[in-house]
């Protein structure tokens, strides 16, 4: 009888022993999986700030000043801070990058530690959920003035301006996509935490 | 001794019933918080959609046909859906209060249930992050395009429409502040979730 217990104690030990290496296992593979979306959350938000940002484009347009004179061919330029709202998207943009390669640092920082427990991880939920709302905002706005440029609006009369900036609106095409891809990276990490602590439960 | 141990035994029961009230009566605050939370996020963004929705204004405006002849007195509609931001913020608010409330039926009818778990609590979460994602989105876009009527831009040469359609314009910034508020409770309502599955690792 006492042989019996324990040899069924040992199989516990050896159960609870096993369990806490897959916890621990587990622990790795959410970690490293953080670690990558940060990066590319990182990556992303981080060329698209610098697409729109350096973006900018001249085009010689034909202007006719004078009746009968023949037309002035003015240098006409198109600039990213020209548009309230791509300058919105730049500045989130870049904040959200600043603020993914912090994070990366401090989730690599206490990677195992104390401080990578359930309440930083609730501190981290909160702030991309933040970098989410600002993100997509920002994408919604420069998203809706780049389109009123390729399209246009006759009811209010804003003529489109993308056939004479092409490569202008492409590139601030380009940047939306982008950000967008950043933005789903921290949607990710925001369902990665709550699975995290998801976890800690059911274990 | 063994009085002083049932004593103890006694103590201990005390300690954990009393615990078990608290977490009880912690999951109700939580699951009334949360159902405040959904109907505030339920009437902002649907009052958000119909503000928006029904937002029109016709004002007459006295266009030169011919040179020599008197102006002639044409009446200008301005309507939500000839603005594509416009409509794309109607839809996500109304499809952000349809979700409102079919998750405000849910979360009532499982209350206490063994749905309302921390795995039911993850598939919200991720739902709701969707919901704040999609309504952000929709804010940037009808905020940009708000902003721009209201600003106009000379480098595009998109010009003002406010000054004339003044009802029309303050009837859509109603709107984007309201479903701005209903987002802020979706945003609420992802942390409670978390801070919901945290309490359940603490305790």
Redesign the interface.
Known sequence: MENQKGSNDGKIDGLESRGREVMVANQRTTGTCESLLRILALALTLAAAIVLGVNKQSKVVPIKLVEGLPPLNVSVP??WH????FV?FVVVNAVASAYAAVSLVLSLANRGGKSSS??S??VV??LD??M???L??????????G???R?G?K?????K?CNTFGKFCGQAAVAVILSLLG?IAF?FL??L???S??K???K
Chains 1, 2 share one sequence.
Do not use: P
């Open positions: 198109a600039k020209y548009l309230s709202a919105y359930s309440s991880r609730l939920i909160f959920v933040i989410v709302s600002l997509f905002s920002s994408i919604g706005a420069a998203g809706a003035i389109l009123m440029g399209e609006n009811h209010v009369q804003w003529k301006v933005s949607v925001v369902m935490s709550a699975r602590l998801h800690k439960i059911t």
